[in-house]
């Protein structure tokens, strides 16, 4: 089934043999204080919609944040979304991610999780995310691309990564880039190299829409349904 091959991967990339430029951390959810309650939920989340051997169309965000990805283990799936709208109870910790509070609008739209995940897989282009060190002792989320010696370093471990979900079962015709700025502009680069996808939907990420187009929710909820739509 698509969810035991899934879950084998999702649960086992590690970016231990790669070499971070100096002060950048890694946001493993997996390991981290509430690892097993992310494991958990993950297993929980790949039995419930991908009991099957459907493709499904990928959409990819950037790499998780601490609030969304970096909580739950799903991406654009903080706690609150994970609990109202998957239905899968979240032990211990507690959050809020106005990207996720943009992505279950659509997937409601969408006609709700079995209807949205019956056919897409929703993940990352790097399915680790990244802190960076301030000179105050605190950390804030870094993205692969902010920094040029990360990009450069998990690069290997992103084109693996992107091998292994295809070979899982995704479709190759076309594929959701989640962001149109630089994780597009990385994406169709590596894309050109590797030949996985052939071709590329680039829509405006969540946490942009929220934080500047806040007014026109709805039409980018509709932009995403047509996305959708031209998949099918």
């Known amino acids: 089934m698509l969810a035991d091959r899934l879950l084998r991967h999702v649960l086992s990339f590690s970016l231990k043999d790669i070499r971070l430029p100096k002060g950048v951390g890694v946001l493993d959810p997996f390991n981290g204080e509430h690892g097993a309650e992310v494991r958990r939920i993950v297993t929980t989340f790949h039995r419930r919609f991908f009991s099957d051997d459907h493709p499904r169309v990928l959409m990819l965000g950037i790499n998780p944040g601490r609030l969304g990805a970096g909580s739950t ?11 109202s709208d998957l239905l899968i109870p979240v032990n211990g910790l507690r959050t809020h991610e106005p990207s996720s509070d943009f992505f279950y609008r659509m997937v409601r739209a969408a006609g709700g999780a079995d209807a949205f995940y019956s056919r897409v897989y929703v993940h990352a282009i790097c399915p680790l995310g990244f802190v960076k060190e301030q000179p105050n002792g605190t950390a804030i989320n870094l993205n692969y ?21 295809v070979d899982c079962g995704m479709r190759t015709d076309v594929v959701l880039c989640i962001g149109t700025g630089k994780n597009a502009a990385y994406f169709n680069a590596l894309n050109e190299r590797l030949g996985l996808f052939d071709r590329i939907i680039a829509l405006e990420h969540p946490r942009y829409v929220m934080q500047y187009k806040a007014r026109n929710v709805e039409s980018y909820v509709e932009k995403y349904l047509a996305a959708l739509e031209g998949c099918w």
């Open 73 to 83: 283990g799903l991406s654009f799936t903080d706690t609150k979304r994970c609990e």
């Open 145 to 165: 691309y902010d920094d040029k010696a990360l990009e450069t370093a998990v690069t290997p471990f992103v084109e693996n990564w992107l091998r292994t979900l």
